[in-house]
C-alpha cells in the first residue's frame, strides 16, 4: 500500500456509521484525528488487526510547519528573558558562567546567553530548542528517584501513549533491529552509560538529554521466534521537571537523530 497522505484515504477504511465507539462524533472526525496522530487506528474497534498494522506503518503524519515552530521558539525565547539565570542553574543543573547558563544536552554544552540565543557544537533542530527552553522555564529542580517509568505511567502519558509507541518506540526497535552496535555508538556520541536492570533486557542504557531528565532505554533481541522488543523509561520525576509536549519531542527526535546515524553507518 501506497503512503497515507490525507484523512480521506483513513475514512475509506472505516465503516462509516458514525457509531462514536471512538469517542470522536463521526468517522470523519476520527480519520482526521488519527491523521494528525492525536488518535491510533486501533481506537476504532472495526479496523481488523492486520489493517491496522499495515496503514498505521504508512500514514504521513503532518508536522508543524516551520513558521510555527519559529513562533513558539520566539514565545519561549521572549518568556527567558529576565529570568534568574543563577537560580535557573541550580534548579536545573546548569552553571552560571559570565551573565549566561552552560547546560549539559546529551553530555555537550549548549550556552543560552542573557537574550536566550543558544549555542552549541551539536545542532541546534527545534525538537531540541523547545525541550530545552522548556526545562530551563519549568524544571522544578526536584531530585532523580532513580523509579523508572513507561510514557502510560506518566501523570499525562496516557493521552500520550499510543502516539509516543508509534512515533518513538516502534521506529526506534527498527532501527535497532538492523543495526544493533548503535548502542556503542550511542555510549560514544550520546555519553550514554549501559546499566544493569532486573527486567532481562539483553542491552539496557542511560541518555541524559538534560541533567534532570534521563531517559532509560531497554531492548530485547529476538529470540526463539519471539519478535525483538524495545521500551523506553522516564524518571519519575519527569513531568516536574519537564512538559508532556517536551517529552514526546525528545522521543521522537531521538528516533530522528539515530536514523541519520544508522544511515551514515550504513554507508
Given at each position: 500500500?501506497?503512503?497515507?497522505?490525507?484523512?480521506?484515504?483513513?475514512?475509506?477504511?472505516?465503516?462509516?456509521?458514525?457509531?462514536?465507539?471512538?469517542?470522536?462524533?463521526?468517522?470523519?472526525?476520527?480519520?482526521?484525528?488519527?491523521?494528525?496522530?492525536?488518535?491510533?487506528?486501533?481506537?476504532?474497534?472495526?479496523?481488523?488487526?492486520?489493517?491496522?498494522?499495515?496503514?498505521?506503518?504508512?500514514?504521513?503524519?503532518?508536522?508543524?510547519?516551520?513558521?510555527?515552530?519559529?513562533?513558539?521558539?520566539?514565545?519561549?525565547?521572549?518568556?527567558?528573558?529576565?529570568i534568574d539565570f543563577a537560580q535557573a542553574a541550580r534548579r536545573t543543573g546548569a552553571e552560571y558562567v559570565n551573565g549566561a547558563l552552560i547546560i549539559k544536552v546529551f553530555g555537550k554544552d549548549v550556552r543560552i546567553d542573557k537574550?536566550?540565543?543558544?549555542?552549541?557544537?551539536?545542532?541546534?533542530?527545534?525538537?531540541?530548542?523547545i525541550p530545552i527552553l522548556n526545562y530551563v522555564l519549568n524544571c522544578s529542580g526536584l531530585a532523580l528517584t532513580g523509579q523508572w517509568m513507561p510514557m502510560r505511567?506518566?501523570?499525562?502519558?496516557?493521552?500520550?501513549?499510543?502516539?509516543?509507541?508509534?512515533?518513538?518506540?516502534?521506529?526506534?526497535?527498527?532501527?535497532?533491529?538492523?543495526?544493533?552496535?548503535?548502542?556503542?555508538?550511542?555510549?560514544?556520541?550520546?555519553?550514554?552509560?549501559?546499566?544493569?536492570?532486573?527486567?532481562?533486557?539483553?542491552?539496557?542504557?542511560?541518555?541524559?538529554?538534560?541533567?534532570?531528565?534521563?531517559?532509560?532505554?531497554?531492548?530485547?533481541?529476538?529470540?526463539?521466534?519471539?519478535?525483538?522488543?524495545?521500551?523506553?523509561?522516564?524518571?519519575?520525576?519527569?513531568?516536574?521537571?519537564?512538559?508532556?509536549?517536551?517529552?514526546?519531542?525528545?522521543?521522537?527526535?531521538?528516533?530522528?537523530?539515530?536514523?541519520?546515524?544508522?544511515?551514515?553507518?550504513?554507508?
Amino acid at each position: 500500500m501506497s503512503p497515507v497522505n490525507n484523512a480521506m484515504d483513513i475514512l475509506k477504511l472505516l465503516p462509516k456509521t458514525n457509531c462514536r465507539e471512538c469517542r470522536e462524533p463521526t468517522c470523519l472526525v476520527f480519520a482526521i484525528a488519527a491523521f494528525q496522530g492525536k488518535k491510533e487506528l486501533r481506537d476504532c474497534p472495526y479496523l481488523s488487526k492486520e489493517v491496522i498494522d499495515n496503514v498505521g506503518a504508512k500514514i504521513q503524519h503532518p508536522e508543524e510547519s516551520s513558521d510555527e515552530l519559529n513562533e513558539h521558539i520566539d514565545s519561549l525565547k521572549q518568556g527567558m528573558i529576565g529570568i534568574d539565570f543563577a537560580q535557573a542553574a541550580r534548579r536545573t543543573g546548569a552553571e552560571y558562567v559570565n551573565g549566561a547558563l552552560i547546560i549539559k544536552v546529551f553530555g555537550k554544552d549548549v550556552r543560552i546567553d542573557k537574550n536566550a540565543n543558544l549555542s552549541s557544537d551539536i545542532h541546534m533542530h527545534p525538537w531540541i530548542i523547545i525541550p530545552i527552553l522548556n526545562y530551563v522555564l519549568n524544571c522544578s529542580g526536584l531530585a532523580l528517584t532513580g523509579q523508572w517509568m513507561p510514557m502510560r505511567d506518566l501523570r499525562d502519558g496516557m493521552a500520550w501513549n499510543g502516539l509516543f509507541e508509534q512515533r518513538c518506540e516502534k521506529p526506534l526497535k527498527k532501527i535497532l533491529d538492523e543495526h544493533i552496535d548503535l548502542f556503542q555508538i550511542m555510549t560514544q556520541i550520546f555519553n550514554a552509560r549501559e546499566v544493569e536492570d532486573d527486567f532481562g533486557a539483553d542491552v539496557s542504557i542511560v541518555l541524559a538529554p538534560l541533567v534532570k531528565f534521563p531517559i532509560l532505554i531497554r531492548y530485547w533481541k529476538p529470540d526463539d521466534g519471539l519478535e525483538s522488543n524495545l521500551n523506553v523509561y522516564f524518571d519519575s520525576t519527569a513531568q516536574d521537571n519537564l512538559d508532556i509536549n517536551s517529552i514526546f519531542a525528545l522521543g521522537a527526535g531521538l528516533v530522528r537523530m539515530f536514523e541519520k546515524i544508522a544511515v551514515t553507518h550504513g554507508s
